[in-house]
């Protein structure tokens, strides 16, 4: 064996030492009756907080979505803690229960299937009455796809807006995407895999190209970070429709000094040839503006208006 490989040896035994020693001293800590907000991991399973566990391990009850889910994460760190369900349907009846045992001084732990509860997921109702009630409220923060995303998008992190997952149906994301797309920030979306092609599309129309990020499975065996300008992913995402879970990051409006001359002459000039949808396309594509913008303006010269003016 050589030198660096006994080093090596025995900073990983360290390591174990100092972990062992961190979640031994955060199970035997008091714990005050509450309702403790857990992050979970969003995929790989290490990423759990040692205080997380501790919590997990000393409550009097874990609220989940699953059970059979939350089990595989309780069940790797030998967690036994009683599981009980408070998913988006049952919470209504559950909530008064939850309450109960926090009148009664009970630890109780929330998680969700993934990541931070609360964020797209059950918990809202549940810590606003329970502050309402004055309980305790704690909150141990980890893992969220959204931030997980934002961290590593390369995309403006000084401003950002989470804004969930968007309609389903065109016309009502096309409208939820024009009042988002005033926000001076970066847009972070979760989506489902389904949709993702289409909301790009959505988003390119009605945002214009601008730069985006799709952050694929994250933290797992599959995980894939694709960034460009929005056509070329809803390109990508028509050509190879992305699986797993997938969240979206749009950069802000940032400032277009396109004026709607400009576009009108380069209206006037690609109409001669192709459709208004084409030309929106191709001049949308290299002026980096809003196809929407254009196809208005386009509909205008058509009506004889003055270019939109
Ligand atoms: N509470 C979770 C959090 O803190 O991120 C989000 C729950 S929400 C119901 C699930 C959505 O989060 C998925 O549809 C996907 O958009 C996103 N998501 C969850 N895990 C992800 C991962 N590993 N990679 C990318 N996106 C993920």
Redesign the pocket.
């Known amino acids: 064996m050589t030198c660096d490989q006994t080093d090596q040896s025995e900073v990983r035994q360290a390591l174990i030492d100092a972990t062992k020693a961190a979640l031994g001293e955060a199970v035997n800590t008091r714990l005050e009756g509450g309702l403790y907000v857990v992050?979970t991991p969003?995929?790989n399973l290490g990423d759990i907080t040692i205080r997380a566990l501790a919590t997990l391990a000393r409550a009097d009850a874990i609220y989940c979505e699953d059970t059979r889910h939350s089990r595989k994460l309780l069940s790797r760190y030998r967690i036994d803690t009683p599981l009980r369900v408070y998913e988006e349907h049952s919470a209504g009846r559950e909530r008064p229960r939850v309450l109960a045992a926090l009148g009664r001084g009970d630890v109780v732990a929330l998680i969700?299937?993934?990541?931070?509860?609360?964020?797209?997921?059950p918990g809202y109702k549940l810590v606003r009455d329970a502050v309402a009630e004055g309980h305790h409220v704690v909150a141990l923060p980890g893992?969220?796809?959204?931030?997980?995303?934002l961290s590593v998008s390369g995309l403006a992190t000084d401003s950002f807006y989470f804004a969930g997952?968007l309609p389903s149906k065109t016309v009502g994301r096309r409208s939820r995407l024009e009042e988002l797309g005033r926000i001076e920030a970066t847009l972070v979306?979760?989506?489902?895999p389904n949709r993702i092609a289409a909301m790009l599309e959505d988003a390119v129309d009605v945002l214009g190209v601008r730069q985006a990020v799709v952050?694929?499975?994250?933290?797992?065996l599959y995980?894939e970070i694709v960034r460009g300008p929005l056509d070329e992913l809803a390109e990508w995402a028509n050509q190879t429709p992305p699986r797993?879970?997938?969240?979206v990051l749009i950069d802000g409006p940032g400032t277009t000094d396109v004026s709607d001359e400009e576009i009108v002459v380069a209206l006037q000039r690609t109409l001669a040839n192709n459709s208004l949808k084409d030309a929106a396309r191709e001049i949308a594509a290299s002026l980096k503006v809003s196809r929407r913008r254009i196809y208005e303006l386009g509909l205008a010269i058509r009506d004889g208006r003055d270019g939109g003016k």
Do not use: N, Q
């Open positions: 992050a969003i995929g969700s299937d993934a990541g931070t509860p609360l964020i797209s997921d893992a969220c796809a959204a931030i997980a995303g997952f979306f979760y989506e489902s952050g694929r499975e994250l933290t797992k995980e797993g879970e997938v969240v």
